[in-house]
């Protein structure tokens, strides 16, 4: 079974003003859709493809040498993207703030939500070059925010560019240049601004759940 590029759940035009339809179409079709691409050229003719994605990411190291680096690359690319256009949706539905469990472990973690808002965009922020800002479940169930360069997931080893494999992303965002440079050019601080108004917590109180009783916050 090779790994397939997922939909978007909205149309290409859906995150407008924040996000223009020309680099959601780019950003999908060409880079998500590349890396799926490469990640089943890669692992065509070996016995790996029954593995899921999370599996073959956190067994890096247990993988054939000519393997790691498109696994982490190309795998690290399709899962993040995977997880990432779910958390978005129109600036009518997102924004705003969390309810529920995820209100009370901002105020646990940070303080308060907009303490939170900070912490994060500042990550974001100050990540140089290319990479992700994450919000993610600890083993000991505590949410953090963190980075990792390239296309890492935070659940990767700590050699290798990850936070430990024990993390689950709960949102991520992309702050690769392609994410944004079309509307926004040079500013990355705009688009981490705006991001804020397309969140789709509903879909991250999901992915907490799924974190929380599952192996995969990928969706089935
Ligand atoms: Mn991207």
Redesign the pocket.
């Known amino acids: 079974m090779a790994f397939e590029l997922p939909p978007l759940p909205y149309e290409p035009d859906a995150l407008e003003p924040v996000i223009d339809a020309e680099t959601m179409t780019i ?1 999908h079709d060409k ?2 859709g590349g890396y799926v691409k490469k990640l089943n050229n890669a692992l065509e003719g070996t016995a790996l493809g029954d593995r899921s994605i999370e599996e073959l990411l956190q067994g890096l190291d247990g993988l054939p040498e000519e393997l790691r680096r498109p696994v982490r690359h190309f795998g690290g ?1 399709h899962y ?2 995977s997880l ?1 256009w779910p958390t978005l949706t129109t600036p009518i539905e997102g924004g705003g703030e969390p309810s529920g469990d995820l209100a009370d472990m901002f105020n646990d973690a940070f303080g308060s939500f907009d303490r939170f808002r900070h912490v994060f965009s500042s990550e974001a922020a100050g990540l140089f070059g290319s990479g992700w800002a994450w919000l993610c479940l600890e083993p000991q169930g505590r949410l953090t925010v963190a980075s990792t360069q390239n296309q890492d997931p935070p659940f990767l080893p700590e050699h290798a560019g990850g936070l430990g494999v024990g993390q689950k992303p709960i949102l991520g965002l ?1 702050v ?1 240049e ?2 944004f440079y079309l509307s926004y050019r040079n500013d990355k601080a705009s688009y981490i601004d705006k991001w804020w108004h397309i969140v789709n917590w509903d879909q991250a109180a999901k992915n907490l759940e799924r974190a929380r009783s599952e192996t995969s916050v990928l969706a089935g």
């Open positions: 950003h880079h998500h690319g993040n993207h990432f992309d690769w392609h994410a």
